[in-house]
């Protein structure tokens, strides 16, 4: 028997994010495996086993008296100290789960996904909530605003909070349509949304900036346009066949919709040809 070879993360990927119940634990870790191929499933399974530990720890009471915000934060915050500062906005490994277990430090998104896995397999009635700008948690009705800053180690939030943060990211006022609870596959696309703004202002990793787009592809919903950003990063990384034809494909379908966006993307390709030369 042929020896077993590598795991495609990638597939696996794709398989976990099309299920009817996607794990969100698991797509956040496959991202790390993509990232670094050197992470293996053991790795993997150490985070899984670090959630579930830290998900024992979470006393049982609560389930009585219905405080998970105030029991997290005394266990997660407080105890294991997981929260946020701003240089972590500058490190790859904030937005992969696995460095964020063992740095305990991390992106708003990544804590808020710590949060919720460690809840939901306490029982907790949690979620997500996408503000612009950042990412925190809830328990409960959504409409009672029960509300947790990960990044900030738990610190309750109030409705007057929520409205602020959104005010310093956008200027504008708190709608209630950014209070519906984001799905798994959602919170995975910002997750890799703050990859490719990492990578953006750094072209020597561009490499980091296709996986992310690449994994972004898998989703069954994400934006049409990340097929034309592909399509420019494999030019960028000297790709240019196959950097055009992906040009000339979005350009189809950019036909029925912007036909003057069509022009400048064919012209784009054919640039693009012209440096095979």
Known sequence: MEPAGPPDRRREFAEEARSERPDLARLCLLIGAVADPSVTEEDLQRAEIELDRL?????????????????????LGRREGFEGVP?????????LLHEVLRRRRGLPILLSVVWMEVAR????????????????????????LNLADPFAG?????????????????????????????DPGAIVLRILNNIRAWAAPRPERSDVALWAVELSLLLPS????????????????????????????????????DPDAAVTIRRRAQAARARLN
């Open 121 to 144: 397999r306490a029982g907790a009635p949690v979620y997500g909530l996408g503000l612009p700008g950042h990412f925190v948690v809830g328990f409960g009705d959504p409409a009672e």
């Open 222 to 257: 994400h934006p049409a346009r990340l097929r034309y950003e592909r399509a420019e990063l494999l030019v960028r990384r000297g790709d240019f066949l196959t950097g055009a034809v992906e040009m000339e494909a979005y350009a189809r379908v950019m036909d029925a919709v």
């Open 154 to 182: 738990g610190r309750p939030l109030t409705g007057a909070d929520a409205e602020l943060l959104v005010a310093s990211a956008t200027g504008e006022s708190l709608d209630r349509s950014m209070l519906r609870p984001a």
């Open 87 to 95: 240089a972590d906005y500058q490190r790859l490994e904030s937005s």
């Open 55 to 75: 998900a024992g720890l979470v006393p049982y009471a609560t389930r009585v008296t219905g405080d998970w915000a105030g029991e997290l934060a005394a266990l």
